[in-house]
Each structure stands twice: as C-alpha cells, then as structure tokens.
C-alpha cells in the first residue's frame, strides 16, 4: 500500500471565532474516526500559522536561518493526514471527505515517493 499527504491549505489571517470552528472540527474528526476504522489513517496534525515557521537555507559554507514562511501568500498549510491506501482513487475519495468536512477548504493529495520505485 502507499502512502498519501492529505495537506489542508487554509486562508491567511485570524482563525475563525470557536463557535464556527466546533463543528468543522467534530465533522474532522469524525472523518478521521471513520480512516481509522477502515485503516487507512497513519497520523494526522495541525500547524501552528505561518508566522511561527523558520526556515533553513544553507548558503555556500553557512547556513542560514529566517524568521517567518518561505513563501509569502494568501493561504497557507494549516493541518495534514497521512493515509496508507491502495491506490490515487481511493485516496482522492479520502480526500473529498477531508475536504467535506473542512467546509471545502482544499485539500492537496499527493503521494510520498517509495523507494522501491526506483
């Protein structure tokens, strides 16, 4: 089986207020109850914003270390599950559920590369 990175890319700015976000969360988590049941859920979490990241660059002979994203924009990745499934289509129906419960806030699917790959 392979596994899959279900990225959640959520806008910028201020969370939304703990009365909207309750039962978006109940509606994750039971998405997750149900990955779990049919074992396909490896594990999962959110990401602190943005502003907290740092990002590593090495320079030449340095390395180089800056406060905030790599890359500026208008959405970033605010949570992620990783999923062990047969196949793209069944990770891509996995991937609407997530998307579903999130209130359509997109989800990227993407395979992680396997080294038996070549």
Request: glycine share 8%; hydrophobic share 40%; charged share 25%.
């Amino acid at each position: 089986m392979k596994q899959y990175l279900l990225s959640i890319y959520q806008p910028d700015g201020p969370p939304p207020s703990a009365e909207f976000l309750e039962p978006i969360m109940r509606d994750v988590n039971a998405v997750k109850d149900e990955m779990k049941a049919a074992g396909v859920w490896v594990f999962s979490g959110g990401l602190y914003p943005p502003d907290t990241a740092t990002v590593v660059r090495a320079h030449q002979n340095d390395v180089l270390t800056t406060d905030g994203p790599y890359i500026e924009g208008k959405e970033h990745i605010g949570g992620f599950t990783v999923i062990k499934t047969d196949n793209l289509d069944s990770a891509l129906a996995w991937g609407r559920k997530l998307a579903e419960a999130l209130v359509h806030l997109p989800v990227e699917v993407r395979p992680f590369y396997d080294e038996d790959e070549g």
